[in-house]
């Protein structure tokens, strides 16, 4: 096994299979992506410039929820990221764009618009992006059930997503005390050993996080 997973502990999408690859405790090795040469390395394999990019010997895997996939077909440990339940696999990958398309796009486009100068800063934007996460909350108050995961009873790549997702987007748009179940869920993802393991790696950079991070987590 020679896997090497391009990523940097503190951007969102890495968590996903970083969160998998410790539930299982893959041997992987870590290329982070943080000076010009790790750059250009990404994006000799992906143009696109996004990681996380897993590479298996002279194979690449892109895009953080087929990274879990492809670990769990041909790296299988004892936790299964996808049910083997045809139902219970779609909750999992439903639930995984779920909290990608509307909980991730949203913090993002709020995070990124923190990093612009005041001229450059997108209003209608970021109001859209609020307003979105105020509904996805609202939505995923409704569908947790008190001590289960996200897509069930089991911990899946659901909750590998919903991780950083609402990891940062209480940073950004506080779930306060209006969505209690989200923010029970949300502590106990965090709480997970594999969670606070990639809390923890991305602790150091917290001072990146643009205008300061807020004093909780
Ligand atoms: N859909 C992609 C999204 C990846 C993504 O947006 N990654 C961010 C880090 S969280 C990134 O590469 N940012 C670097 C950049 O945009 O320059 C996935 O799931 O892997």
Request: proline share 8%.
């Amino acid at each position: 096994m020679s896997l090497t997973l391009y990523a940097h502990p503190f951007a969102a999408y890495c968590w996903k299979p970083l969160i998998a690859l410790y539930e299982n405790a893959t041997p992987f090795s870590y290329r982070l992506v943080e000076d010009a040469a790790g750059w250009a390395e990404l994006e000799s394999l992906w143009p696109i410039k996004k990681f996380p990019l897993l590479r298996d010997g002279d194979a690449t895997v892109i895009e953080s929820s087929i990274i879990v996939e492809y670990l769990m077909r041909h790296y299988p440990g004892t936790m299964r990221m996808i049910p083997p339940d045809d139902a219970a696999a779609l909750t999992a990958r439903f639930m995984d764009r779920f909290f990608d398309n509307y909980v991730m796009t949203p913090m993002q486009t709020l995070v990124s618009d923190r990093m612009r100068v005041q001229a450059e800063r997108d209003a209608k934007g970021v109001a859209d992006a609020r307003k979105m996460l105020e509904i996805a909350y609202g939505w995923l108050e409704g569908q947790l059930t008190p001590q289960a995961w996200s897509a069930g009873s089991t911990f899946c790549l659901a909750d590998c997503s919903a991780a950083p997702a609402l990891f940062y987007a209480d940073w950004v748009h506080p779930l306060g005390a209006r969505f209690p179940a989200v923010s029970a869920y949300r502590g106990r993802v965090l709480a997970r050993p594999s969670v606070a393991r990639v809390v923890d790696e991305a602790r150091p950079y917290r001072k990146l996080f643009p205008q300061g991070a807020p004093d909780q987590d």
